[in-house]
T-cell receptor
Framework: GQQLNQSPQSMFIQEGEDVSMNCTSSSIFNTWLWYKQDPGEGPVLLIALYKAGELTSNGRLTAQFGITRKDSFLNISASIPSDVGIYFCAGHHNNAGNMLTFGGGTRLMVKP | GAVVSQHPSRVICKSGTSVKIECRSLDFQATTMFWYRQFPKKSLMLMATSNEGSKATYEQGVEKDKFLINHASLTLSTLTVTSAHPEDSSFYIC????????????FGSGTRLTVV
């Protein structure tokens, strides 16, 4: 199915650095979700965004729902080794039933 | 969000045999569950939407006779990979959509299927 454009595909950073990743779409969404997936596990919800312009934080994580409703970003501040994993954005449109559209994922590697 | 239990976490089977994967919603009555497939280093690909008490809705290109879905109760959906072949080896993940205004999609922990 359709995928969101998520970038970057991978990042290799030093512990303590800040991280930013984003997703863009050609169509609008009503909800943006950000997930983290550890190896061999299912995705775990990090942040959910429901309104255009909404900025939400969860600890060191901050995400925003773009004003145009076609994009979202996720920032991680002061990265730590346990931030390693794959981060996925997902969008939902009210007219799409229950279906989520996923980004291709951002693989984050943190060097201690 | 809902608590989702997926079993087994890993399974190895021989070619030609069938494998059943269970997805349970432990604290939420789920009329709808979702089954995804994930290839290494790739994103999640929706296979089908499982509907309690009715037939599953399959995504284009997914063989319904190959991947049998049964959603017989509000807390259990099963995915059976029939006559498995090595190319069916993959990571399969189920998901439950919780209700309410502040909803989210909760995922199971996934099942690593290896067909030898």
């Amino acid at each position: 199915g359709q995928q969101l454009n998520q970038s970057p595909q991978s990042m290799f950073i030093q512990e303590g650095e800040d991280v930013s990743m984003n997703c863009t779409s050609s169509s609008i969404f009503n909800t943006w979700l950000w997930y983290k997936q550890d190896p061999g596990e299912g995705p775990v919800l990090l942040i959910a965004l429901y309104k255009a312009g909404e900025l939400t934080s969860n600890g060191r994580l901050t995400a925003q729902f773009g004003i145009t409703r076609k994009d979202s970003f996720l920032n991680i501040s002061a990265s730590i080794p346990s931030d390693v994993g794959i981060y996925f954005c997902a969008g939902h449109h009210n007219n799409a039933g229950n279906m989520l559209t996923f980004g291709g994922g951002t693989r984050l590697m943190v060097k201690p | 969000g809902a608590v989702v239990s997926q079993h087994p976490s890993r399974v190895i089977c021989k070619s030609g045999t069938s494998v059943k994967i269970e997805c349970r919603s432990l604290d939420f009555q789920a009329t709808t569950m979702f089954w995804y497939r994930q290839f290494p280093k790739k994103s999640l690909m929706l296979m089908a939407t499982s509907n309690e008490g009715s037939k599953a809705t399959y995504e284009q290109g997914v063989e319904k006779d190959k991947f049998l879905i049964n959603h017989a109760s509000l807390t259990l959906s099963t995915l059976t990979v029939t006559s498995a072949h090595p190319e069916d080896s993959s990571f399969y993940i189920c998901s439950v959509k919780s209700g309410g205004l502040n909803y989210g999609y909760t995922f199971g922990s996934g099942t690593r299927l290896t067909v030898v």
